[in-house]
């Protein structure tokens, strides 16, 4: 069943010569069931999802003028998904069928694998649109270092918060702005369709 916003585009070699429209563009938008809705009605998602983060840390005095402090923070995050289930999964990964279409192309051959979205996402009882993540470890590491003869009044700090260094965390906010996107309809396409 279609999900979402699709194009549909038709163009025939005859149509410019005798004056027809050469080409039609809509964007149509159907409910969960296939149901086409009205042009022009506002196509609402909700997405969402959850993140926990846990963090450990302690501190070592190693000399009397050096403390070490060692963390590590890990977090989990559960895929992002539209609540009310209407959300899509390639059957094949985008990446696997690009490469494919790569390597057909080097070989002077056509890829006609059509791309199959199937429905996901809790909602749906399905696959998330892409898969847990459980590697997200970020280490830290911090000093602080007081200089023989500033009487403690001076102190060298330093540390390494770091970037997520063990983590192929997706961006979930880049995920719901390409989706807005895709379901938008700017006001002066609605009266065309």
């Not at 977090?75 to 992002?80: F, G």
């Not at 602080?144 to 001076?154: I, L």
Request: hydrophobic residues 30%; charged residues 20%.
């Amino acid at each position: 069943m279609p999900f979402g916003c699709i194009e549909y585009r038709s163009a025939g070699c005859g149509d410019s010569v005798i004056g027809r429209l050469s080409q039609y563009t809509a964007n149509l938008s159907y409910l969960k069931d296939g149901t086409l809705t009205n042009a022009g009605t506002p196509t609402t998602r909700d997405f969402a999802t959850q993140a926990y983060d846990f963090y450990v840390q302690d501190s070592w005095k190693a000399r009397p003028n050096l403390t070490l402090t060692v963390g590590l923070r890990y977090s989990l995050e559960r895929p992002v998904y539209e609540k009310k289930g209407y959300e899509t999964r390639p059957e094949v990964p985008l990446g696997t069928y690009f490469a494919n279409r790569l390597a057909a192309a080097a070989n002077g051959q056509n890829d006609t694998e059509e791309i199959i979205l199937n429905p996901s996402g809790p909602a749906n009882h399905a696959k998330p649109l892409y898969d847990w993540n459980k590697k997200n470890f970020q280490p830290r590491i911090a000093f602080a270092w007081t200089p023989a003869g500033t009487s403690g009044k001076s102190v060298i700090r330093g540390g390494l918060p770091s970037p997520p260094i063990i983590t192929d965390k997706p961006w979930p906010w880049t995920l719901i702005s390409q989706s807005d996107r895709v379901h938008y309809q700017p006001d002066h396409l609605r009266e065309h369709v």
